[in-house]
Nanobody, 122 residues
Framework: VQLVESGGGLVQAGGSLRLSCAAS????????MGWFRQAPGKEREFVAA????????DYADSVKGRFTIPRDNAKNTVYLQMNSLKPEDTAVHYC????????????????WGQGTLVTVSS
């Protein structure tokens, strides 16, 4: 499955962005999906994940209450709605797909997109 992220850009602190992750090659409906991010000089970190039917969702503490991860299996797309953005959210954001259960562990994901850069100015 190929994943392509879009929607990144420059936004002021307090603003919002919606990232999209579109899949091709296979339907996403049988995959759990996750969003991760990597800031310069830092390790890749978990942001959010959603199970294949959307019944289970997990968020990192740092984004809980600000981000949501809706998915639309009919459109083969998963989103990351980011509200109340902070400068510390600045990073390249990646979506990923896995056939297993919801996970916060990057190595458990089988497919990755190329990433989209989010920059939050103070």
């Amino acid at each position: 499955v190929q994943l392509v992220e879009s929607g990144g850009g420059l936004v002021q602190a307090g603003g919002s962005l919606r990232l999209s992750c579109a899949a091709s090659g296979r339907t996403l409906s049988s995959y759990s999906m996750g969003w991760f991010r990597q800031a310069p000089g830092k390790e890749r970190e978990f942001v959010a994940a959603i199970s294949w039917r959307g019944l289970s969702i997990d968020y990192a503490d740092s984004v809980k209450g600000r981000f949501t991860i809706p998915r639309d299996n009919a459109k083969n797309t998963v989103y990351l709605q980011m509200n109340s953005l902070k400068p510390e959210d600045t990073a390249v954001h990646y979506c990923a797909a896995e056939t297993g259960r919801l996970s916060r562990i990057a190595r458990q994901y089988d497919y990755w997109g190329q990433g989209t850069l989010v920059t939050v100015s103070s």
